[in-house]
């Protein structure tokens, strides 16, 4: 298979290409366990979904009884967009799809910052949804909650599948043939390997900093449960719910081969990404929220980012590519 270059966009400060042809050195590995998911790694995995899940479900009669401080608030918001934008415009916008073109120093804080999510290696991320979108609501597709039909019975269990179950399955996205482009990366690379790193970076930093502020060992538990363990929980499943909610039910106002749906309940907690019909119909746009009133931090924070010089040749959606991925009913009545 050869990946489209609209997948693949190489970025000329990025080393990339196709992996290794025969006779030449194989491409190192870009994550500890390899492309097989161990039971180890499995193990590991349920413990980082159902630890801060207990503790979201907990976070609610615990705010009830005894309230949330500014300081975990702030840690908490502060934490969750901070990963879900590194998810969002890093490990998707560009990344995977090379919606822009970034500076080296931009190129290595969105890698951290997408790792401080904690939802798996850069390389890996990057080709399971590399994979996703060639065979987005069809057979290969990693994460469609249509895979078992479109029955109630078979769509809330491939609801369930999309959401979190296909990620205990054996690994099936060879991660030198979707991105090849990111191994050939040292810097990126050595990211991608550092993840169990990240991830302790990204949980110890509420508590040190409630720690601190507060001179207490209470307020460095406190910043942990919630700046932690409930951030985490709740990144999780606002980006899982892109895997399966919007993928589901939502408005489809734009053409695309998929089930992909805009949600606008979740556009701000997922940074702009549920706006994601347009995104299915145009991969490579940097603005997913296109219409009026949809809200797209990410989009704006590229945006920034290009004022400053640090983000260049961003794909932003003109009125000519909108409307040619408009279906003709709305493309009348706009």
């Known amino acids: 298979m050869t990946i489209s270059p609209d997948v693949l966009r190489k970025n000329p400060e990025d080393p990339g290409g196709p992996s290794a042809s025969p006779g030449e050195t194989p491409l190192p590995s870009a994550t ?40 975990d608030l702030g840690l908490l918001v502060g934490m969750y967009f901070l990963g879900c934008h590194g998810i969002t415009i890093g490990f998707h916008r560009y990344f995977t799809h090379g919606s ?73 996205t060879p991660q030198h043939k979707y991105a090849p482009d990111l191994i050939k990366d040292p810097a ?41 363990l409930v951030r985490v929980a709740l990144l999780h499943h606002v980006t899982w719910s892109i895997n399966s909610i919007c993928h589901a039910v939502g408005k489809r ?42 809200i797209d931090s990410s989009a704006r924070l590229i945006r920034w980012f290009e004022k400053a010089g640090w983000a260049y040749d961003v794909r932003w959606p003109s009125d000519k590519r909108i409307n040619a991925r408009r279906k003709e009913e709305t493309a009348k009545a706009a």
Not at 38 to 64: M, N
Not at 257 to 276: K, T, Y
């Open 100 to 172: 822009f073109k970034a500076k080296r120093p931009l190129r290595i804080a969105l890698a951290i910052a997408g790792s401080m999510a904690v939802e798996g290696p850069l390389v890996r991320w990057v080709a399971d949804h590399r994979k996703h979108h060639k065979f987005s609501d069809a057979e290969g597709d990693p994460h469609s909650p249509w895979r078992y039909g479109e029955t109630v019975p078979a769509l809330l269990k491939g609801l369930w599948w999309a959401h979190v179950g296909w990620m205990f399955d054996e690994e099936q």
């Open 253 to 294: 106002p734009f053409k695309s081969r998929d089930r992909s749906g805009n949600v606008w309940w979740l556009a701000v907690l997922s940074c702009g990404e549920s706006w994601h019909n347009l995104h299915h119909a145009d991969p490579t746009c940097a603005r997913h929220g296109v219409l009026k009133g949809q």
């Open 32 to 71: 500890l366990g390899g492309e097989q998911r161990r039971s180890v790694e499995q193990i590991t995995l349920l413990l980082f979904i159902t630890v801060p899940f207990v503790a979201l479900v907990a976070a609610v009669p615990l705010a009830w009884g005894w309230g949330v401080s500014w300081l």
């Open 188 to 228: 990126l690379r050595r990211i991608s390997r550092q993840f169990v790193l990240w991830t302790a970076v990204s949980l110890l930093i509420p508590p040190v900093v409630g720690g601190l502020v507060t001179m207490s060992w209470q307020g460095a538990l406190t910043a942990f449960f919630w700046g932690s």
